[in-house]
């Protein structure tokens, strides 16, 4: 706030030389000491508020290599208002002090002046002392309720209010650090900005337990506005056909979503999914859900080596490549070297031809998903060793692979042979594909509750010898 500087004056005695007469002289000194004294409490209170209410400013640094998002800038302003600025103001409002007062009671003498001088600057020495001993006791409640940001950030005590509101989410100190290392300005928003946004989020679907995990992957949210943003991608994701029950989960897999631009990066890579790679309009909902990444990909790249070398190692067609990323989608995010290859390279070695994979993998695409060692070889070895099965078996019933060892397999296989229904030879993997009430009424020919109990008491056994081998 700028301070009008006042010119010194200068007092001239009344003479017959003087143009000026005493009563305009006395006058005019008694205006002067009025401004000099307003001029002097103008100063102070200036000086009280840069020291209580500084102007913070957005950095523009970058920190660990995150780039700075189109959205940051915010449109409703994030500038704090100090909550002294309100009484600063009013002292310059007090109608005792103003010039309009001043003219119509000129014939006040200069001793009350003086003395009016005295009493404001007494209420500005105890208004400065009140207003510091306030600053006091909030810089000690916030070292108290978040020393370990006190000590590692430049804390400002007008963070609090949103710092609180964000506890509610399960936010601690530690995820607050975390928030400032990625995007500071996030954390000078006005806390009803914020809520604002997050209220919105929450009223498309998004879990209140999940919030706290949007703001440490994408901080930035906070300052993204509710209607030249999040409402926009929100109906974006509508009107690919996702339900609405859908939308805030999808929110919560991919929040990085809200920084990439609907017309220039997301509507275009929808584009390239339905005309280059060929997924058909009516499971690109599906195609989203499964896999909500693959709106923020660099889908070109990604789809074009995986497709050429899916076509080169098996000779898949392109029909089938298409129908593995529909069904899977999290396709195009694995690796070939560390993915795709090793677990290509593994079905050949148990025997499977490249015509077999390539019907294997388009049936059950998350294949390419599983384990090695805890997934796929140990289900093998009880195919062949237990279950009295070929290898072949595997191209007619791949879901095999996708069921659990010990909560699906193992215990329908042994409740059977405990009853004595096993039939002899290979074991029938087709009694592994049905529910567990339509098992124990088509095979089993027993109750639910006694397979249930079977189950359970399996489990028991079998964690009790591992915990003995360890």
Known sequence: MAISSLPPFKYVLPSQHSPYTSSTSCSELNLYLLRLNRSRSFSRCSVLSSHSNPKILKSNRRRF???????????????????DDESDDDLFSDDEFSESQFDSKKSKNASEIRYSGRFSRRSNRRASVGSSGRRKDAEKSTEK?????????????????LLD????????????????????????MNVSSAKERLAFLLSVGVKHKDIKKILLRQPQILQYTVENNLKPHVAFLVSLGIPDSRVGQIIAATPSLFSYSVENSLKPTVRY??????????????????????????????????????????????DNIVKMVTKHPQLLHYSIEEGLLPRINFLRSIGMRNADIVKVSTSLTQVFSLSLEKNLKPKYMYLINELQNEVQSLTKYP??????????????????????????????????????????????????DKYLAFRQTLLLTDFAKKYERQ
């Open 65 to 83: 290599g995150q780039t700075v998002s189109p959205y940051d800038s915010d449109d409703d302003g994030d500038d704090f208002v100090d909550e």
């Open 273 to 318: 999914l339905l005309e280059e790679i060929g997924i058909k309009k009516n499971d690109l909902s599906k195609v989203v859900q499964l896999s909500p990444q693959i709106l923020v990909q660099c889908i070109d790249s990604t789809w074009t080596t995986r497709f050429s070398f899916l076509t080169k190692e098996l000779g898949a067609p392109r």
């Open 399 to 448: 879901m095999y692979l996708s069921l659990s060892l010990d909560q699906r397999i193992r215990p329908r296989h042994k409740f059977l042979v405990s009853l004595k229904k096993a039939p002899k030879g290979p074991f029938p993997l087709s009694s592994l594909v049905p529910t567990d009430e339509s098992f124990c009424q088509q095979w089993a020919g027993t109750s639910l």
């Open 165 to 188: 509101y964000l506890t509610t989410f399960g936010l601690k100190e530690s995820h607050f650090i975390q928030m400032y290392e990625r995007h500071m300005p996030c954390l000078q």
């Open 145 to 161: 309720r978040f020393h370990r940001l006190s000590d590692e950030l430049e804390l400002d005590e007008r963070w609090l209010p």
